[in-house]
C-alpha cells in the first residue's frame, strides 16, 4: 500500500448530501472561555436515521504502479437492527418479529455477505456512560460467523471525548497527524480497561487495536461540538482506517 487517495470520489448521493449538511452549518457560537476566544462552534444538527438502512459509500484509490479502486460503504441503521442481524447470521431470528424488522435485517445481510472487510462503529460515549453498559452478544454473534473469511476492524466514534485525558496523560495533541497511532493505543487502552465486553469483542476478533474516528471539538455550554478547521470540518483518523482496509 503505497499511497492511497482520502478523497472519495463517486459519492452516493445519501454521502453527498451528508457532506453537503455538515459543511454548509456555519451558525458560529461564540465561546465565553478564558480569553474571550472565539471558535467557530458548530451545532451539531445532522439528522440521523429514523428508520430503514441508509447507503452511504464512495470510493477510494490506492497503489501507485498499479491503482486499484476501493469501495467503502456505510451502513447507517437504528441499534435494534444490528441484533436482528445477529439472528440473522446465526439462524436464530424468530418468526414472530415485526414485518420492518426482516426487511432491514435482510439487506444488511447482503450487504455484510457482499463485503471483502466489516468495520465495527463502537460509541465511546456509549462505552464511558457506565448507564449503558455495551451490548457485546450481536457483536460477537457476527464476529464468529465471520472472523475466519473476512478481515474484521474496530473503529472507535467520537473518540475526541477523550481528548482533556489524553492531553494530561501523555501531554500530546491529539489532533496532530504525529500522534494518531499513540493516540489510537491510548483509546484502547482507556475503552478496554473500562469495559471489559469491549477487550472481549477486540478478543474474538483477533485485534489488538481501535481506530479512533473523530472531529476536532471543544467544550461549550457543558456540551461537545465540532470546530471547523478552515471552511470545513475536517475528520481525523479516517485515513489510518482506510489504508488498513483490504
Do not use: C
Not at 437492527?81 to 426482516?102: C, K, M, Q, Y
Amino acid at each position: 500500500k503505497s499511497s492511497s487517495s482520502p478523497d472519495p470520489m463517486d459519492p452516493s448521493q445519501g454521502m453527498s448530501r451528508r457532506i453537503d449538511e455538515a459543511q454548509t452549518i456555519d451558525q458560529p457560537l461564540t465561546d465565553g472561555g478564558a480569553g474571550g476566544a472565539n471558535k467557530n462552534f458548530v451545532p451539531w444538527t445532522l439528522n440521523s436515521t429514523k428508520g430503514g438502512v441508509e447507503e452511504l459509500s464512495f470510493t477510494i484509490t490506492e497503489g501507485d504502479v498499479f491503482p486499484m479502486a476501493k469501495t467503502v460503504t456505510t451502513l447507517d441503521y437504528t441499534g435494534e437492527a444490528l441484533t436482528a442481524l445477529a439472528e440473522v447470521v446465526t439462524g436464530t431470528a424468530p418468526e414472530d418479529v415485526s414485518d420492518a424488522r426482516p426487511d432491514v435485517a435482510a439487506d444488511l445481510y447482503e450487504h455484510v455477505l457482499a463485503a471483502d472487510s466489516l468495520v465495527f462503529l463502537l460509541d465511546v460515549e456509549r462505552i464511558l456512560d457506565e448507564g449503558q453498559q455495551l451490548d457485546a452478544a450481536p457483536y460477537l454473534d457476527i464476529i464468529r460467523e465471520y472472523r475466519d473469511e473476512k478481515q474484521l476492524l474496530f473503529a472507535a466514534t467520537k473518540a475526541d471525548l477523550l481528548e482533556d485525558e489524553y492531553r494530561e496523560r501523555r501531554q500530546r495533541d491529539p489532533y496532530s497527524v504525529n500522534n494518531l497511532d499513540d493516540f489510537a493505543a491510548f483509546v484502547t487502552e482507556v475503552l478496554t480497561d473500562e469495559s471489559g465486553l469491549l477487550r472481549d469483542i477486540l478478543d474474538s476478533g483477533g485485534a489488538t487495536t481501535l481506530y479512533p474516528i473523530y472531529l476536532m471539538t471543544a467544550e461549550y455550554n457543558g456540551e461537545r461540538y465540532p470546530i471547523k478547521t478552515g471552511d470545513s470540518l475536517s475528520p481525523f483518523g479516517y485515513v489510518r482506517l482506510l489504508g488498513e482496509v483490504r
